[in-house]
Nanobody, 115 residues
Framework: VQLVVTGGGLVQTGGSLGLSCAASGRTFRNYALGWFRQAPGKEREFVAALRWSSGSTKYADSVKGRFTISRDNAKITVHLQMNNLQPEDTAVYYC?????????WGQGTQVTVSS
């Protein structure tokens, strides 16, 4: 399984950034795609996920109302639109894909929010 992540970077407080994650390599069955993040000195934490079959989404409380996960139906790709970013959103963001066979991770991408 390959998960290719694009996006991220540096933004000022209150700004916006977008991340994308394209999955390939095998046929997924009843899978979810989503994002975790890990800030320096902290454990990796869940951010958002989308279940492909239903389109249902789930968010961490800390990002609800600011982040939106969406999908590209033409290909197995999810996007994470991050608005009103805060310094506490600074972290390395990781895409993941999970189904009954297990979980796969993409490479991390840095998101830095300056105050």
């Amino acid at each position: 399984v390959q998960l290719v992540v694009t996006g991220g970077g540096l933004v000022q407080t209150g700004g916006s950034l977008g991340l994308s994650c394209a999955a390939s390599g095998r046929t997924f069955r009843n899978y979810a795609l989503g994002w975790f993040r890990q800030a320096p000195g902290k454990e990796r934490e869940f951010v958002a996920a989308l279940r492909w079959s239903s389109g249902s989404t789930k968010y961490a409380d800390s990002v609800k109302g600011r982040f939106t996960i969406s999908r590209d139906n033409a290909k197995i790709t999810v996007h994470l639109q991050m608005n009103n970013l805060q310094p506490e959103d600074t972290a390395v963001y990781y895409c993941y894909a999970q189904d009954a066979l297990g979980i796969s991770w993409g490479q991390g991408t840095q998101v830095t929010v300056s105050s």
